[in-house]
């Protein structure tokens, strides 16, 4: 398995609140991915990173903020939870998906609940 | 644009039966194409990919797909289900030749497995 490992796993906050959900990797890969994931629209990416500071938005960054300040750590943060961000959150990192078969591979995901 | 669409959310068939699970994609460009599994839990897994090549790949657990360009379709199979096969199933499409990093992941069909 690829030494991927999200934290927290499970979260539970109010509206309004700041939440920084962390992906840690241990396999020096340079790209790194944030999804959510809900029922009926499979995985949305939210961010993505190609390097040490260097970061991108995806299809629904919306809300969400992103951090990478060493390789091995891609952090996401949420400036003011809403109850739609309620949500599976996976991060995933690949070598160098400029080649198409690159492989993605994904953390254990992390459950919020925003109340 | 690129999309993926899964026929059908839920799947269920019985032990030792065959599993048929729907892909059918849309792409300007000849694509590079996915199947992931998901169980309870956990993040995605890689079962099988597409490249180039061979039309039928075989992966993982006894899996296997074939690309019908001609159809558009990448549907996925096995002969004969397994209890453990139950678990959630991602069709993934990226743009390929002329490179590019988006993943695009259909809704997910859930494959329930009867005794």
């Known amino acids: 398995d690829a030494g991927i490992t999200q934290s927290p796993r499970h979260k539970v906050t109010e509206t309004g609140t700041p939440v920084t959900l962390r992906c840690h990797q241990t396999e020096n890969h340079r790209y790194m991915y944030w999804y959510r994931q809900d029922p009926g629209h499979g995985l949305r990416l939210i961010h993505y990173s190609y390097g040490v500071k260097d970061t991108d938005k995806g299809e629904v960054s919306d809300g969400y903020s992103v951090s990478r300040s060493k390789t091995e750590d891609f952090l996401l943060t949420l400036e003011s939870a809403t109850s739609s961000q309620t949500s599976v959150y996976f991060c995933a990192i690949s070598e160098s998906p400029e080649r198409g078969t690159d492989t993605q591979y994904f953390g254990p995901g992390t459950r919020l609940t925003v109340l | 644009a690129q999309s993926v669409t899964q026929l059908g959310s839920h799947v269920s068939v019985s032990e030792g039966a065959l599993v048929l699970l729907r892909c059918n994609y849309s792409?300007?460009?000849?694509?590079?194409l996915f199947w992931y599994v998901q169980y309870p839990n956990q993040g995605l897994q890689l079962l099988l990919k597409?490249?180039?090549?061979?039309?039928l790949v075989k992966g993982i657990n006894g899996f296997e797909a074939e690309f019908k360009k001609s159809e558009t379709s990448f549907h996925l199979t096995k002969p004969s289900a397994h209890m453990s096969d139950a678990a959630e199933y991602f069709c993934?499409?990226?743009?390929?030749?002329?490179?590019?990093?988006?993943?695009?992941f259909g809704a997910g069909t859930r494959l329930f497995v009867k005794a």
């Open positions: 993934a499409v990226r743009r390929a030749n002329t490179g590019g990093f988006k993943t695009i």
């Open positions: 792409s300007s460009v000849p694509p590079y």
């Open positions: 597409y490249t180039t090549g061979a039309t």
